[in-house]
């Protein structure tokens, strides 16, 4: 069974930092474009970053860019989402996506990913 598992999500104070994970089981990760999105209640799901099988091509929304960073390691079957600086209306429930693609990071749209994790919770608070 094809699964994406996230994890690293917390509660933090604003100004700091957490590390998102993304493994992969059931499959491995080396021909997958993968991308970052968050959601919170009565709002659409938003892409906040993308990265290219390859790694070598990466998208961030304008919200994040310059605090966080997307990242992968093919040997671990785990993409990352280092996040600095971080703000309240960070908050929210972060899902990683995968679409089996060696094509770069065009848009980061919820429509072109076909696999989902189950998302884990950041929360941005004092």
């Known amino acids: 069974q094809l699964q994406l598992v996230e994890s690293g999500g917390g509660l933090v104070q604003p100004g700091g930092s957490l590390r998102l994970s993304c493994a992969a089981s059931?499959?491995?990760?080396?021909?997958?474009?993968i991308a970052w999105f968050r959601q919170v209640p009565g709002k659409e799901r938003e892409g906040v970053s993308c990265?290219?099988?390859?790694?070598?091509?990466?998208l961030y929304a304008d919200s994040v860019k310059g605090r966080f960073t997307i990242s992968r390691d093919n040997a671990k079957n785990t993409v990352y989402l280092q996040m600095n600086s971080l703000k309240p209306d960070d908050t929210g429930v972060y899902y990683c996506?995968?679409?089996?693609?060696?094509?770069?990071?065009?848009?980061?749209?919820?429509?072109?990913?076909?696999?989902w994790g189950q998302g884990t919770q950041v929360t941005v608070s004092s």
């Open positions: 996506a995968a679409v089996k693609t060696v094509a770069g990071c065009p848009r980061i749209v919820a429509r072109n990913f076909d696999l």
């Open positions: 059931g499959f491995t990760l080396d021909y997958y474009r």
């Open positions: 990265i290219s099988s390859s790694g070598g091509s990466t």
